[in-house]
C-alpha cells in the first residue's frame, strides 16, 4: 500500500468525458489498495475566463473578491469528479480548501503556511478518496485565497507533503520532462529522472511542465514527483501501468543517469532594457533596481560594462516582456535623478539556457555553447549563469536554430 497524491491539470478536466477518463485513472490507484488524495485544476481556460469577468466589472477590483471568483473553477471540477467516482461505486468526496484547512497567507498570489492532515488521516482510515480543489486556501480569517498562476501544481506538493505521500504524481498533457522542446527538437528525449535542482532551474528558465514553487516546495520537503500524461489509452490501464512511465524528479543522489547538461530551455518571454552613460559610482545600480523592486518588476539578467568614458557605464538587463513598456517609462521618468544618458529598449530577445549538475564536476561547457552558437553565427548578447546553468540572451529570430544547435552540441539526441 502507498500513499499517493494525483493531480490533473486543466487539459485533463477538460469536460465530462476527460474527467471521467480521470475518475477511472483514480479509480484503478484505488483498486491497488492505495491511498489517495486528487487535486484538480479548473477546466482548461475557465480560469482565464473568470479573470477576465473580474476585469470587466471593474479596473480596479478588490484582491478579496477576484479570490472568491478565480477559486470557483476548481470547485467545480473537484465537485464533478467526486460526483464521477460515486458513480463509479469509489467512495469520494470534495474536500475545499478551507474545509481541511489549507492556510494561507495574502491574496491573489498566497503562499501555504500549513496544511491541517487530519481530515485526511480520517478519510484514509476509512477507505475513502479526498478529491481537492487546487490553487486555492483560507486565511486564519476565513477569506478565500488564489495561490497565483500554477498554483495547483503548488497546492498538490503541499498535500502530499503533510500526508507524507510516497509521491506526488503530476498528471498534465504531456508524458514528461523532455530534454528540450519536442516541437523543435523532434528527436528529444524524455528524461527517466531529473534532479530538483535541474527541474528548478529548468522550470525557472522557460520549460512549462512545472510549476516553480512547486518545485522549490517538493525539494524543501523531499517529495518525489513524477510527470506524466493523463491522456493515455483505456486500454493501457491496468495494474502497475504507471510503472516506467513519466519522469521522476528527486535527489540528485538517487538520479541513475547524471549526465553534463540534462536538457536545453528556452523564453521568448523576455525584453532587454539598456541604459546608456550610467554614472560610474557606488550606489547608481542599487537606485536603479531599487526603483523597478518598488514598481514590483522582477529582473532577471544583468551586465554592467564600461563605457567610452572613464567616468561612465553602460547597463543592459531583462525583465518579463509584459513589464517592459512599464520598465521604459519609469526609467524615462527617473532619467535626470538617475543620471543615465538615454534607455533602449528591445523587445526580440530570447534566454536560451542549458542545464546540468555535472556542470559542477565538469569543465568546458560554457566553450562547447558559445562554440556551437558561433559556428550558427548567433551572436550573444548577455550572459548569467549559476552553479549549474548557463543562459545567454540571443536575437529572438535564432531561438530555433539555437535550441537545435545547443541540444546536438551536447550529444542529448543519444540515448
Known amino acids: ?14 469536460g465530462i468525458e476527460r474527467i471521467r477518463h480521470v475518475a477511472n485513472l483514480v479509480k484503478r490507484e484505488a483498486e491497488a489498495r492505495n491511498q489517495v488524495a486528487v487535486v484538480v485544476s479548473a477546466m482548461a481556460g475557465e480560469t482565464d475566463r473568470l479573470v477576465q469577468l473580474c476585469r470587466e466589472a471593474a479596473s480596479l477590483y478588490d484582491p478579496r473578491e477576484y479570490d472568491v471568483v478565480v477559486a470557483s473553477g476548481e470547485q467545480v471540477t473537484s465537485g464533478l469528479l467526486a460526483i464521477t467516482l460515486q458513480g463509479m461505486g469509489v467512495n469520494a468526496r470534495s474536500y475545499m480548501g478551507w474545509q481541511l484547512p489549507i492556510r494561507t497567507s495574502g491574496h491573489a498570489a ?7 492532515a487530519a481530515v485526511l488521516e480520517r478519510v484514509f482510515s476509512e477507505g475513502g478518496i479526498a478529491v481537492i480543489p487546487g490553487f486555492q486556501g483560507v486565511t486564519e480569517a476565513g477569506d478565500v485565497t488564489t495561490l497565483g498562476r500554477g498554483g495547483s501544481d503548488t497546492t498538490a506538493v503541499a498535500v502530499a507533503a503533510a500526508m507524507k505521500a510516497d509521491r506526488c504524481d503530476i498528471y498534465t498533457d504531456v508524458d514528461g520532462v523532455y530534454t528540450t522542446d519536442p516541437r523543435i527538437v523532434p528527436r528529444a528525449r524524455k528524461l527517466d529522472q531529473v534532479s530538483y535542482e535541474e527541474m528548478l532551474e529548468l522550470a525557472s528558465l522557460g520549460a512549462k511542465v512545472l ?25 493501457e490501464i491496468k495494474p502497475g501501468w504507471t510503472e516506467g512511465r513519466g519522469t521522476l524528479v528527486c535527489e540528485e543522489d538517487e538520479v541513475v543517469e547524471q549526465r553534463i547538461v540534462s536538457g536545453v530551455a528556452y523564453s521568448r518571454d523576455e525584453a532587454k532594457i539598456t541604459l546608456l552613460g550610467l554614472p560610474y559610482k557606488p550606489g547608481v545600480p542599487a537606485g536603479v533596481f531599487r526603483r523597478l523592486a518598488e514598481a514590483n518588476v522582477n529582473v532577471d539578467m544583468i551586465v554592467q560594462s564600461r563605457a567610452r568614458t572613464s567616468d561612465s557605464v553602460n547597463m543592459e538587463f531583462t525583465v518579463p516582456k509584459r513589464d517592459a513598456q512599464r520598465t521604459l517609462e519609469l526609467m524615462q521618468a527617473n532619467q535626470a535623478e538617475i543620471g543615465f544618458e538615454e534607455v ?9 539556457s542549458v542545464v546540468g549538475v555535472g556542470m559542477r564536476s565538469h569543465a568546458g561547457v560554457a566553450e562547447t555553447m558559445f562554440a556551437a552558437l558561433a559556428d550558427k553565427g548567433v551572436t550573444i548578447q548577455v550572459i548569467s549563469t549559476s552553479e549549474i546553468k548557463i543562459s545567454v540572451l540571443i536575437d529572438a529570430a535564432y531561438t530555433e536554430l539555437a535550441v537545435r544547435a545547443l541540444h546536438a552540441a551536447y550529444g542529448l539526441e543519444q540515448v
Not at 7 to 14: D, V
Not at 110 to 116: R, T, V
Not at 344 to 352: G, Q, S, T
Open 110 to 116: 498566497a503562499l501555504i503556511e500549513g496544511i491541517d
Open 211 to 235: 510549476n516553480t514553487r512547486s518545485v522549490e516546495l517538493a525539494m524543501a520537503r523531499k517529495v518525489p514527483v513524477r510527470v506524466l500524461s493523463s491522456f493515455v489509452q483505456p486500454e
Open 344 to 352: 533602449r529598449r528591445d523587445d526580440e530577445v530570447a534566454k536560451i
Open 1 to 14: 500500500m502507498a500513499r499517493i497524491v494525483m493531480k490533473f491539470g486543466g487539459t485533463s478536466m477538460a
